[in-house]
């Protein structure tokens, strides 16, 4: 797994306060869980400063795409 520090509050807070093997296993799901955009961009969750571990569903967010500027 590639070693590197969580950049939102979220990711620092709940990957102090669990064990360490959780906190991977978080990182690993999250970096699983894409975020796509009609124009073809894509990212993980986790790069966007969020958590999704051991989740289901397609959940829809609506965010401004980094490549194409629009709100999808």
Do not use: N
């Amino acid at each position: 797994m590639q070693e590197s520090c969580p950049k939102s509050f979220i990711q620092r807070l709940v990957t102090c306060l669990v064990p360490r093997g959780w906190a991977e296993s978080m990182e690993a799901d999250s970096r699983a869980w894409m975020v796509r955009c009609p124009c073809g961009s894509a990212r993980s969750v986790w790069d966007l400063g969020g958590i999704r571990w051991k989740a289901a569903g397609e959940p829809r967010w609506l965010r401004k795409c980094t490549q194409c500027g629009k709100r999808t």
